[in-house]
C-alpha cells in the first residue's frame, strides 16, 4: 500500500509547532497527489490550512494508533519519528508517571524531581532473574540484563550513564550498583557490597556540587568496574575518574554552591574533634560564599558529614586520616580567606601575623614566612642563573586559587586511591561489569575548554554507540536470514579526527603551548589556517577571531579561545608545592607522592576540571629520567590518553546505554518541557537509534502472535496447520508491495508503518463486526419493543372499552335511582312542613296559656311573700349587728395569720429554688404529697362541718320563720286584741325589723363563707395540681436519668468489650509478629551456622596436617544445651580440631554483618520494649481486676493456656539460645582475634565487646517483658472467654460499684442467679455424660474380663493340642475373634463412616502385625525343625554306641509320655535397645541413609520419628543421662546434615519434618506432664518418661521444626517462582479473550503455551504433588493447611507483583484471565477440603487487582466503588494499576488523569504502607499445635528393610 494513501479523511499527523514543538491535527478530506495544501483540525478546535513544501512535497508525519501509545518500547510504535518520540514519553512521564522508556537497546530516564518508591529491594527481588522485556523499564531491567549476560556469555558487561547536569545520571548509577550489591552478595566476610555503595556518600561529598541546574551535580566523571568472581559474587571494586571541575574550589556562579564537602565541615565546626579547624559559618569564608546559596532545602549538611564520616570508617580510612583530609580542607578554606596588599604595580606583601595564612600555615604544618614569601615571590630560570622575581597582587591571587585547587586535586586522587585500595580484593577477579556515570552533550553562551572535553568525549561515545547499534541490527537479520542492505547511518569520525588527528584542534594547542610566547590568538590563527575552508565540519564565526565553530553529531557549537592554553598547560609554582612537601604534617606530603612517581597521567586542569585516569593500588616504579617527561604533558594529552583507555574498555565489553533526559530547567516534579526535551533526544543520540530502525524493519512479530493478533482479517479457508505459510498467505494478500515486509526463521519483519496499516485493517474489521452485530441486536430490541408496545396498545383498549361501557350502565342506574329518591324526597318535605307548621300552632298555644297562669300565680305569691318579709326583717336586722361585730373580729385573725403564713411562704419558696431543698423535696415529694393530700382532705371534713353548721343554721331560721308565720296568723286572728294593744304592735314592729337585719346579715356571712370556701377550694386544688405536675417531672426526670444510667453503662460495658476484644487482638498480632522475628532470627542463625561449617570445612581441607583433637567428655554437663552445642559435639565426634585446642588455627574474621543486624536488632526490642510497656501501663487496672476475679473465681485453663504456657518456654529458651550465641562470639573474638584488632585497634575491640555484652542484657530484659506480655495475653483471653455468660456487670467491677440504685442491683443480682443456674446446668450435663462414659467403661471392662476367661480357657485347650495344631487353631481362632469384632465394629458404626475407617485402619494395621508374627513363627519353627533333626541325629548316633556296649538283659522298655510346654508370652514396654557403639549406625541407617519414598510408601508415617522416641525411651529407663544426649544430639544434627545434602528435595524436607513434629510430639505426649495427657489411654500412660525432663530438647526440637518449615518454603517457592507468572499471567488460559500487542526490540515472553511454557494446569498439579507428598509422610493437617496458606500468598504476591511492573498486563481481558484463574485455585482448595486454611484470604489483593482492571473507570461513583472494593490494596498500588491500564483493543478506553486524581483525593486519609510490592519473601509464623497419636507404642514392628536388627524390642 502506498504511504499517501494512509492520509485519507479522520487521519491523524502531526505539523511542526514553534512552542510545542510538533502539534497534532486531523485531515478533514482525503489527500490525493498533487495537492498542495492539506485541510487540517487542530486538537483546539481551530482549522489550518498546512501548505507542503513545493520542493520536496514530504507529507507531516502520521500519528500512531490510540493503542500504541505508551508503549514500553519506542521501537514498538508503528510510525518511528520525532513526534512520536517525544508525544510517547510525554504520555508515559505525565499521564502514567513512569520515568522509564526503552528505545531499542537504550534505556531513556526522565528525572521526575520526585522521590518515587520504586527503587526498594522488593523491586529488585521483582526484577530479578527476568527478562529485560518481561517487565517494564527500569534501571534494575538494564543491570539484570548486564549480571545476566556476565553470566551466561562470560563476557564483561558496561552501563553507560549519560546526559545533562540534572538529568540524573548520579543517582541511575547509584542504583545500578545498589541492584548488583543487593542481588549478588558476597564472596568474602569483609562485606565488599556495602563498601562499593558507602563510596558513593564519599565521593558525592568532595565531587559534587549544588548547580543552577541541579541540587546534586556530579562535577566529575567516574566509571567504576565492579568485580566478580567464578560464582558471580561481588569480591572488589575500581573507581577511575574523568574531569573534576577544579574551577569551583575557586569560584562559585550565582545560586551555585562549592563541593559539599566544604558545607557539611562548616555545619559541623561546633564538635570537639573540629575545635582546633577553627572554622565558622560558611559565608565567612571567601570560596563558600561566593554563590550566596550556602544551604540546599530540605537538606541538613550536618547529618551529611555524619553519613560521610561514616562511609569513611567502613571503608577503612581511619580516624586519624580522616582528621587529616579534614585538615587539608579546612586549610584551603583559610587559604581562600587571604588577602594581598599592592605596594606597587609589579609587587604584593601579605601582613605580618595575617590570621587566615597563620591557621592555614598551622593546619598544613609548614612555616609562616616562607609560605607568606612564595605566595608573593616565584622563581625564574635560566641556564645561567636563577631568579626570584615579585609577582603583582592579581599574579598573587591567581597563584593561591591556582595552589588551593592543587591541593584539592591531589586529596581528591589520595581519596579515590584509598577508596579502590579498600575495594581492592585479593581474590582473582573473573569478571566484571563497569557503571560509566559521565557527562552528556554541553553547550552554554560561552563555551572554553571545559566544554570542548566534554563534547569530545561525547563524540567518542556517541560513534561507539552508534557502531553497536549498527552491529546489533546486522546481527538480527543475519540471524533470521533475513537480506542485507546497508543502512545509511551518521558516522562521526570526522568530527572525532578533526578534534585528535595529527595537526588537529589538540595537537595543534599542545604544540602552541610549548612556544614560549604562545597565546591563545596566535593558537587561533594556526586553527584558521590549518582547517577552516578544508573541514566542512569547522567554521569560524562571522564577528570574532578569537573563537571557532565545530558542528557536532548534535549541534553546532562555538568556543572561545580565551584561556585554554591555560588551562591545558596547568601551571602551579613549584616553589609552594616544596613548602607543602616540607610539611610536619605527615599526610601532607603523601598526596604529591605522585608528581615524583608519576604513576598515571593524572594531574589537573587549571581551570577546568581534572581528567583522571585508573590509578592502581601499589605505585610503579619508572626511570630516573621519566619524571619531567611525565610531568610535562599537558591535559588535553592525558585526557585524550585516558578517553582512549576507556574506549577500549567499553569495546571489550558489551555495553547497555541508559540516556537521563532533563525534562524541565526549573526542577519542576513531572513538568513536560518538549523543546528541552528534543534537544536532549537529539544530542544523547536516542533519535539516531530511531532513525536508524526506521531504516530498516522497525517492526517484529513472531509467527504466532501475528496468527493470533490478525486471525481476525483471515478466512476459514486461509488457516492452516503451519502458522507460517499461513502468515505468508494472509500477508501476500494485504499488503501487495513485498519490500514491506520480509519472512524470517522465526519473525515477520515490518517496515515503518505497516502494522499501523494492518491496525487500522484489523480495527475496520472488527468495526464492521461490531457495526453488524449492533445493527442485528438493534433491531432485535426494537422489534420486541414494538411487539411489547402493541401488546400493551391492544389491553389498553380493551381495558378502557370495558371502563367506558361500565361507566354508561353505572349512568343509567343512577338516573332511574335519582327518579325514585325526588319522588320520595318531595313526598317527605311537603309531610315535614305541615307537622311544623301543627306542631308550631300548639306549642304557642300551650306556652300562652301558661303565660297567663303564671302572672296570676306571681301576684298572688309575692302579696303573701311581702307580709311575710316585713314580719321578720325588725328582728333579723338586730342579729346583723351582732354577728357583723363578731365577723370583724374573725376577719381581724385572719388577716394577721395570713400575714404571718406569706413570710412563711416566701421562706419555702427561696429555700425551694435552691438545688439542696429541690433535692430533699425530691427525696421526699411522696411523703409530703401525701400529707399535702391528707391536709386536703381535713379541710375538706372542716368544709362539711361548716356547711353542716350552715344547714343547721337554716333549719333553725326556717323554724323561726314558721313559728313566726304561725305568730303572725295568730296575729292575725286576734287583730282586733292586736288594735286594742297598739303599744304592743309597736313593739312587734321593732322586733320584725331587729329580725329583718339578723335575717339579711345571715345571709351575708352565708354569701362570705360559701365564697371563701369556694376560694379555698379553688386554691387547694391549684397547689394539688402544681404538686402532681412537679410529681410528673420529677419522675420523667428520674426515668430519664435511670435510663441514661443504664445506657451510659451499656455504652461503657461494649466500649471495654470492644476496647479488650482489639487489644486482644492486637496483642496476638504483636505475638505473631514476635514469632515471626524469633523465626527469622532461627533463619539467620541456621544461615550463620552452615556458614560457620563450610568455613570450618575449607579450614579443615587448607590445614595440611590436622592436629589430633582431644575429645571430653563431661559426665556433669546438664542436658539443658542449646543447639549450637550440638554442632560442636558432632564436630568433636568428627575429630575436627576444636577452636580451643588449636589457638595456632587460622583465625575466623570477625563477621561485621552479623554484629550490625544484632546491634540493630537491639535498637528494634528497645523500641518494642517502650511500646509495650506503654501499653502495659495502660492495661494494669483491667489486668489487676482480672487477676483478682481469677483469685476469687479459680478455673481450670484449656489447652489453648497450656500451649502458652509451653510458648513462654520456649521463648525463654529461644532467649538462652540468643544468649548462648552472644557467648560463643564473644568467645570467638577473644580467642581468634587477629593481631590486628588486638594490638593497634584495642578500644575498637573494647567497643565491640561492650556493644555485645549490652545485647545480652538487653535480650535477658526482653525476655522479661515477653514473659510479662504472655500473662497478660493469658489474662486478657480467660477474661474474654466464650464459656463465660456472665451478664455485663461482672466484667466491669467499676459498674458494679457504681450501681447505688435498687433496681440496677437486683437486675444485677437476677444475672448472677442466672448465672449460677447455667453454670450449675453445666456441671450437671458435664456429670451426666461423664457418668455416661464411666459406664460405658465398666461394660468395657466387663466385657474385656469375659474375653480374658474365655482367651484363658482357649489358651488352655490349645496347650492340650500337639504343637502342630497348637498355631493353626490359635490363628483361627484369632481370625474367628476379628471376624465378631469387625461385625459387631460395622454394625455399632454404621450411622459414623469416619470412625468405621479408622478401626478398619487400625485393624489392617493389627493383621500386619499378625502376618509378621506369623512369618516370624514360620521361621522359628523351620529354624528348630532343622536343629531338632540334627539333634536326633546326634542322639541316634549315640544311642547306636551305647546299645553296643550295653546288654540285651539291661535294656528295659520304658513307656515315654510326651510332655507339652506351654511358652510364655512376652509382654512389650514399647521400647528399643541398642548398644551405644550402634549409635552411630542407627542414625545412619534411619536418617543419613533412608530413603522418604519407600518409607512414606511402605510404611507407618511417622516411623522414624516413633524407633527414636522408643529408644530415648529405653535409655530414659536406664536413667542413662549420656546415652539421652548423645542420641538427641545425634539426630538433630544428622537431620540437619540430610538437609544441608539434600536440601533442594521437596519430599525430603517434606519427610524430615513431618517426623520432626512426630518426634516433638511424642516428646510432649509422653513427658509425664498434665496439659499433654489428656487424650492417653492408660496403656499410653504408663508408657511416659520416668527419669529426665526434656524440655530443653523439645524446644530445640521446635527451633529444627521452624527451619526445616523455612526450608520448605524455600524449596517450594524455587519450584513455583518460575511457574507463576508464565501460567497466572501470561498464559491464555481462556483462550482467544486477551489479544497481544505489537512488540518492541525488546524479547517479550509470549502468552501461546509452547512445550515449555508452564500453564495453570503446570500450577495445580505441582500443587497436587505438594499435598499428596505432605499426605503420604503423614503431616500434621493443620501445618499442610499452614503450608497452603504460604504457597497461595506466594502465588498472589508474585503475580500481584508482576501486575504491578508489566503494563502490557493491566488490561480488562487480563483481569478476565487472572479471576478465572483464581477460581481454578479456589476450587482446588474445596477439592482438598483446605478453605478454612486462610489461603483464599492472601488470594484477596490479587482478586482486587483484576477487579480494578475490569470495573468501569470514568464517574465519581466509579471512584467511590473502587475505594470502597479495593480495601485490601494500597493507595499506591490501585494508583499504580490505574496508570498502567491500557486498552488492548481500540474499542477500551484509557483511564483519565481527573479519575486517578480524584482517586487519590479519597484515598488520601486510607493509612496504609507506602510500600508498592508486596513481600513475596514473607513466611507467615509457623506453630505446631500438639497432635498427639493413637498409635500403641509396643504395636510397632520395626520392618528388616530399615537395616535395624541390632535393635531389639523391650
Not at 818 to 841: L, S
Request: glycine share 4%; proline share 3%; aromatic share 8%.
Amino acid at each position: 500500500m502506498a504511504a499517501s494513501e494512509l492520509y485519507t479523511k479522520f487521519a491523524r499527523v502531526w505539523i511542526p509547532d514553534p512552542e510545542e514543538v510538533w502539534k497534532s491535527a486531523e485531515l478533514l478530506k482525503d489527500y490525493k497527489p498533487g495537492d498542495k495544501v492539506l485541510l487540517l483540525h487542530l486538537e483546539d478546535g481551530k482549522d489550518l490550512e498546512y501548505c507542503l513544501d513545493p520542493k520536496t512535497k514530504e507529507l507531516p508525519h502520521l500519528r500512531n494508533p490510540d493503542i500504541l501509545v505508551g508503549e514500553n518500547d519506542l521501537t514498538a510504535l508503528s510510525y518511528l519519528h520525532e513526534p512520536a518520540v517525544l508525544h510517547n514519553l510525554r504520555v508515559r512521564f505525565i499521564d502514567s508517571k513512569l520515568i522509564y522508556t526503552y528505545c531499542g537497546i537504550v534505556l531513556v530516564a526522565i528525572n521526575p524531581y520526585e522521590q518515587l518508591p520504586i527503587y526498594g529491594e522488593d523491586i529488585i527481588n521483582a526484577y530479578s532473574g527476568q527478562n529485560m522485556g518481561d517487565m517494564d523499564p527500569h534501571i534494575f531491567a538494564v543491570a539484570e540484563e548486564a549480571y545476566k549476560q556476565m553470566a551466561r556469555d562470560e563476557r564483561n558487561q558496561s552501563i553507560i550513564v549519560s546526559g545533562e547536569s540534572g538529568a540524573g545520571k548520579t543517582v541511575s548509577a547509584k542504583y545500578a550498583m545498589r541492584y548488583f550489591a543487593t542481588v549478588s552478595g558476597s564472596a568474602s566476610e569483609a562485606n565488599v557490597e556495602e563498601k562499593v555503595l558507602a563510596s558513593n556518600p564519599i565521593m558525592e561529598s568532595i565531587g559534587n556540587a549544588k548547580t543552577t541546574r541541579n541540587d546534586n551535580s556530579s562535577r566529575f566523571g567516574k566509571y567504576i568496574e565492579i568485580g566478580f568472581d567464578k560464582r558471580y559474587r561481588i569480591i572488589g571494586a575500581n573507581m577511575r575518574t574523568y574531569l573534576l571541575e577544579k574551577s569551583r574550589v575557586v569560584f562559585q556562579a550565582e545560586e551555585e554552591r562549592n563541593y559539599h564537602i566544604f558545607y557539611q565541615l562548616c555545619a559541623s565546626a561546633n564538635l570537639p574533634e573540629f575545635k582546633a579547624l577553627r572554622l565558622g559559618d560558611a559565608n565567612n569564608f571567601h570560596y563558600t560564599n561566593q554563590g550566596g546559596s550556602p544551604v540546599i532545602e530540605g537538606v541538613d549538611d550536618a547529618k551529611e558529614m555524619a553519613h560521610t564520616r561514616q562511609a569513611c570508617t567502613l571503608l577503612g580510612i581511619s580516624e586519624s586520616y580522616q582528621m587529616g583530609i579534614f585538615r587539608i580542607l579546612a586549610g584551603i578554606l583559610h587559604l581562600g580567606n587571604v588577602v594581598f596588599m599592592s605596594r606597587d604595580s609589579d609587587s604584593c606583601t601579605i601582613p605580618p601575623k595575617h590570621e587566615p595564612l597563620s591557621i592555614f600555615c598551622d593546619l598544613m604544618g609548614v612555616a609562616f614566612e616562607e609560605m607568606s614569601h612564595w605566595l608573593c615571590h616565584r622563581k625564574l630560570a635560566t641556564a645561567t642563573e636563577t631568579y626570584i622575581k615579585p609577582i603583582s597582587k592579581l599574579q598573587a591571587t591567581n597563584a593561591r586559587d591556582a595552589l588551593a585547587k592543587h591541593i584539592y586535586a591531589k586529596l581528591f586522587n589520595w581519596i579515590v586511591d584509598h577508596v579502590n585500595q579498600a575495594l581492592h580484593s585479593a581474590v582473582k577477579q573473573h569478571s566484571f561489569i563497569g557503571v560509566l556515570d559521565i557527562y552528556g552533550f554541553e553547550t552554554f553562551e560561552i563555551n572554553s575548554f571545559e566544554q570542548f572535553c566534554i563534547n569530545y568525549a561525547n563524540e567518542k561515545l556517541q560513534q561507539q554507540f552508534n557502531m553497536h547499534v549498527f552491529k546489533l541490527e546486522q546481527e538480527e537479520y543475519m540471524k533470521e536470514q533475513i537480506p542485507w542492505t546497508l543502512i545509511d547511518f551518521y558516522d562521526n569520525q570526522p568530527c572525532i579526527n578533526l578534534i585528535e588527528s595529527k595537526l588537529g584542534i589538540l595537537d595543534l594547542l599542545d604544540e602552541e603551548c610549548k612556544m614560549p610566547k604562545g597565546t591563545d590568538d596566535t593558537w587561533a590563527q594556526k586553527l584558521y589556517n590549518t582547517h577552516l575552508n578544508k573541514c566542512a565540519l569547522f567554521e569560524k564565526p562571522r564577528l570574532s577571531n578569537k573563537a571557532f565553530i565545530i558542528q557536532h553529531f548534535a549541534d553546532k557549537v562555538e568556543y572561545q579561545c580565551e584561556g585554554f592554553l591555560e588551562k591545558n598547560k596547568d601551571t602551579v609554582f613549584e616553589e609552594q608545592i616544596k613548602v607543602l612537601k616540607s610539611s610536619k604534617f605527615k599526610m601532607l606530603p603523601e598526596l604529591f607522592q605522585d608528581d615524583e612517581k608519576a604513576i598515571s597521567p593524572t594531574s589537573a586542569t587549571s581551570s577546568g576540571r581534572t581528567p583522571l585516569t585508573r590509578t592502581p593500588s601499589k605505585p610503579t616504579k619508572g626511570r630516573p629520567g621519566q619524571t619531567a617527561k611525565e610531568h610535562k604533558k599537558t591535559v588535553g594529552h592525558q585526557f585524550r590518553n585516558s578517553l582512549h583507555l576507556l574506549m577500549e574498555t567499553l569495546n571489550a565489553t558489551t555495553p547497555h546505554y541508559v540516556r537521563c533526559i532533563k525534562p524541565n530547567d526549573f526542577k519542576f516534579p513531572f513538568t513536560f518541557d518538549e523543546k528541552r526535551a528534543v534537544q536532549q533526544l537529539r544530542a544523547c543520540g536516542v533519535l539516531e537509534t530511531i532513525r536508524i530502525s526506521a531504516a530498516g524493519f522497525p517492526s517484529r512479530w513472531t509467527y504466532q502472535e501475528f496468527f493470533s493478533r490478525y486471525r481476525v482479517l483471515m478466512k476459514q479457508k486461509d488457516v492452516l496447520s503451519d502458522r507460517k505459510q499461513t502468515c505468508k498467505n494472509v500477508l501476500e494478500k494485504l499488503i501487495v508491495d513485498k519490500d514491506k515486509y520480509q519472512f524470517g526463521k522465526t519473525k515477520i519483519f515490518f517496515r515503518a508503518g505497516q502494522v499501523a496499516y494492518l491496525e487500522k485493517l484489523r480495527a475496520d474489521k472488527l468495526r464492521a463486526a461490531c457495526i453488524r452485530i449492533q445493527k442485528t441486536i438493534r433491531g432485535w430490541l426494537l422489534r420486541k419493543k414494538y411487539l411489547r408496545m402493541r401488546k400493551a396498545a391492544i389491553t389498553v383498549q380493551r381495558y378502557v372499552r370495558g371502563h367506558q361501557a361500565r361507566c354508561y350502565a353505572k349512568f343509567l342506574r343512577r338516573t332511574k335511582a335519582a327518579t325514585i329518591i325526588q319522588k320520595y324526597w318531595r313526598m317527605y318535605v311537603a309531610r315535614r312542613r305541615y307537622k311544623i307548621m301543627r306542631t308550631a300552632a300548639i306549642v304557642l298555644q300551650s306556652y300562652l296559656r301558661g303565660y297567663l297562669a303564671r302572672n296570676r300565680y306571681h301576684k298572688i305569691l309575692r302579696e303573701h311573700k311581702a307580709v311575710i318579709i316585713q314580719k321578720w326583717v325588725r328582728g333579723w336586722l338586730a342579729r346583723t349587728y351582732y354577728r357583723r361585730s363578731i365577723h370583724a373580729i374573725i376577719y381581724l385573725q385572719c388577716c394577721f395569720r395570713r400575714m404571718m403564713a406569706k413570710r412563711e411562704l416566701k421562706k419555702l419558696k427561696i429555700e425551694a429554688r435552691s438545688v439542696e431543698r429541690y433535692k430533699k423535696l425530691h427525696i421526699g415529694m411522696e411523703n409530703k404529697i401525701m400529707q399535702l393530700q391528707r391536709k386536703v382532705d381535713e379541710q375538706n371534713k372542716d368544709y362539711k362541718c361548716l356547711m353542716e353548721k350552715l344547714t343547721n343554721l337554716e333549719g333553725t331560721y326556717n323554724s323561726e320563720t314558721e313559728k313566726l308565720r304561725s305568730d303572725l296568723e295568730r296575729l292575725q286572728l286576734s287583730e282586733e286584741e292586736a288594735k286594742i294593744a297598739t303599744g304592743r304592735v309597736l313593739s312587734l314592729q321593732e322586733e320584725i325589723a331587729k329580725l329583718r337585719k339578723d335575717l339579711e346579715q345571715t345571709r351575708s356571712e352565708k354569701k362570705s363563707i360559701e365564697e371563701h370556701a369556694d376560694r379555698y377550694k379553688q386554691e387547694t386544688e391549684q397547689l394539688v395540681s402544681n404538686l402532681k405536675e412537679e410529681n410528673t417531672l420529677l419522675k420523667q426526670e428520674k426515668e430519664a436519668l435511670n435510663h441514661r444510667i443504664v445506657e451510659q453503662a451499656k455504652e461503657m460495658t461494649e466500649t471495654m468489650e470492644k476496647k479488650l476484644v482489639e487489644e486482644t487482638k492486637q496483642l496476638e498480632l504483636d505475638l505473631n509478629d514476635e514469632r515471626l522475628r524469633y523465626q527469622n532470627l532461627l533463619n539467620e542463625f541456621s544461615r550463620l551456622e552452615e556458614r560457620y561449617d563450610d568455613l570450618k570445612e575449607e579450614m579443615t581441607l587448607m590445614v595440611n596436617v590436622p592436629k589430633p583433637g582431644h575429645k571430653r567428655t563431661d559426665s556433669t554437663h546438664s542436658s539443658n544445651e542449646s543447639e549450637y552445642t550440638f554442632s560442636s559435639e558432632i564436630a568433636e565426634t568428627e575429630d575436627i580440631p576444636s577452636r580451643t585446642e588449636e589457638p595456632s588455627e587460622k583465625k575466623v574474621p570477625l563477621d561485621m554483618s552479623l554484629f550490625l543486624k544484632l546491634q540493630k536488632r537491639v535498637t528494634e526490642l528497645e523500641q518494642e520494649k517502650q511500646v509495650m510497656q506503654d501499653e502495659l501501663d495502660r492495661k494494669e487496672e483491667q489486668v489487676l481486676r482480672s487477676k483478682a476475679k481469677e483469685e476469687e473465681r479459680p478455673q481450670i485453663r484449656g489447652a489453648e493456656l497450656e500451649y502458652e504456657s509451653l510458648k513462654r518456654q520456649e521463648l525463654e529458651s529461644e532467649n538462652k539460645k540468643l544468649k548462648n550465641e552472644l557467648n560463643e562470639l564473644r568467645k570467638a573474638l577473644s580467642e581468634k582475634s587477629s593481631p590486628e584488632v588486638t594490638a593497634p585497634g584495642a578500644p575498637a575491640y573494647r567497643v565491640l565487646m561492650e556493644q555485645l555484652t549490652s545485647v545480652s542484657e538487653e535480650l535477658d530484659v526482653r525476655k522479661e517483658e515477653v514473659l510479662i506480655l504472655r500473662s497478660q495475653l493469658v489474662s486478657q483471653k480467660e477474661a474474654i472467654q466464650p464459656k463465660n455468660t456472665m451478664t455485663d456487670s461482672t466484667i466491669l467491677l467499676e459498674d458494679v460499684q457504681k450501681m447505688k440504685d435498687k433496681g440496677e442491683i437486683a437486675q444485677a443480682y437476677i444475672g448472677l442467679k442466672e448465672t449460677n443456674r447455667l453454670l450449675e446446668s453445666q456441671l450437671q450435663s458435664q456429670k451426666r455424660s461423664h457418668e455416661n462414659e464411666a459406664e460405658a467403661l465398666r461394660g468395657e471392662i466387663q466385657s474385656l474380663k469375659e474375653e480374658n476367661n474365655r482367651q484363658q480357657q482357649l489358651l488352655a485347650q490349645n496347650l492340650q493340642l500337639p504343637p502342630e495344631a497348637r498355631i493353626e487353631a490359635s490363628l483361627q481362632h484369632e481370625i474367628t475373634r476379628l471376624t465378631n469384632e469387625n461385625l459387631y465394629f460395622e454394625e455399632l458404626y454404621a450411622d459414623d463412616p469416619k470412625k468405621y475407617q479408622s478401626y478398619r485402619i487400625s485393624l489392617y494395621k493389627r493383621m500386619i502385625d499378625l502376618m509378621e508374627q506369623l512369618e516370624k513363627q514360620d521361621k522359628t519353627v523351620r529354624k528348630l525343625k532343622k536343629q531338632l533333626k540334627v539333634f536326633a541325629k546326634k542322639i541316634g548316633e549315640l544311642e547306636v554306641g551305647q546299645m553296643e556296649n550295653v546288654s540285651p538283659g539291661q535294656i528295659i522298655d520304658e513307656p515315654i509320655r510326651p510332655v507339652n510346654i506351654p511358652r510364655k508370652e512376652k509382654d512389650f514396654q514399647g521400647m528399643l535397645e541398642y548398644k551405644k557403639e550402634d549409635e552411630q549406625k542407627l542414625v545412619k541407617n534411619l536418617i543419613l541413609e533412608l530413603k522418604p519414598r519407600g518409607v512414606a510408601v511402605n510404611l507407618i508415617p511417622g516411623l522414624p520419628a516413633y524407633i527414636l522416641f522408643m529408644c530415648v525411651r529405653h535409655a530414659d529407663y536406664l536413667n542413662d543421662d549420656q546415652k539421652v544426649r548423645s542420641l538427641l544430639t545425634s539426630t538433630i544434627n544428622s537431620i540437619k546434615k540430610v538437609l544441608k545434602k539434600r536440601g533442594d528435595d521437596f519430599e525430603t524436607v517434606s519427610f524430615w519434618l513431618s517426623n520432626t513434629c512426630r518426634f516433638l510430639h511424642c516428646l510432649k505426649q509422653y513427658s509425664g506432664e498434665e496439659g499433654f495427657m489428656k487424650h492417653n489411654t492408660s496403656r499410653q500412660n504408663e508408657h511416659c518418661l520416668t527419669n529426665f525432663d526434656l524440655a530443653e530438647y523439645r524446644q530445640v526440637l521446635s527451633d529444627l521444626a521452624i527451619q526445616i518449615y523455612q526450608q520448605l518454603v524455600r524449596v517450594l517457592e524455587n519450584i513455583l517462582q518460575p511457574m507463576i507468572v508464565s501460567g497466572m499471567l501470561e498464559h491464555e488460559t481462556i483462550q482467544g479473550v486477551s489479544g497481544v500487542k505489537p512488540t518492541g526490540l525488546r524479547k517479550r515472553t509470549s502468552s501461546i503455551a509452547d512445550e515449555g511454557t508452564y500453564t495453570l494446569d503446570s500450577i495445580l498439579r505441582q500443587l497436587n504433588s505438594f499435598h499428596s507428598v505432605m499426605c503420604q509422610h503423614g503431616m500434621d493437617p493443620e501445618l499442610i493447611k499452614q503450608v497452603v496458606k504460604q504457597m497461595f500468598y506466594i502465588v498472589g504476591a508474585v503475580t500481584l507483583n508482576n501486575l504491578l511492573l508489566r503494563k502490557d498486563m493491566c488490561s480488562w481481558s487480563k483481569g478476565m484471565q487472572i479471576r478465572y484463574n483464581v477460581s481454578q485455585l479456589e476450587e482446588w482448595l474445596r477439592d482438598k477440603n483446605l478453605m478454612n486454611s486462610g489461603a483464599k484470604e492472601t488470594l484477596e489483593p490479587l482478586i482486587q487487582a483484576a477487579q480494578l482492571l475490569q470495573v468501569k473507570k470514568k464517574t465519581d461513583d466509579d471512584a467511590e466503588a473502587i475505594c470502597s472494593m479495593c480495601n485490601a490494596l494500597t493507595t499506591a498500588q490501585i494508583v499504580k494499576v490505574l496508570n498502567l491500564y491500557t486498552p488492548v483493543n481500540e474499542f477500551e478506553e484509557r483511564v483519565s488523569v481527573s479519575f486517578i486524581r480524584t482517586i487519590q483525593m479519597r484515598l488520601r486519609d486510607r493509612k496504609d504502607s507506602p510500600q508498592l510490592l508486596m513481600d513475596a519473601k514473607h513466611i507467615f509464623p509457623v506453630t505446631f499445635p500438639f497432635n498427639p497419636s493413637s498409635l500403641a507404642l509396643e504395636t510397632i514392628q520395626i520392618p528388616a528393610s530399615l537395616g535395624l536388627g541390632f535393635i531389639s524390642r523391650v
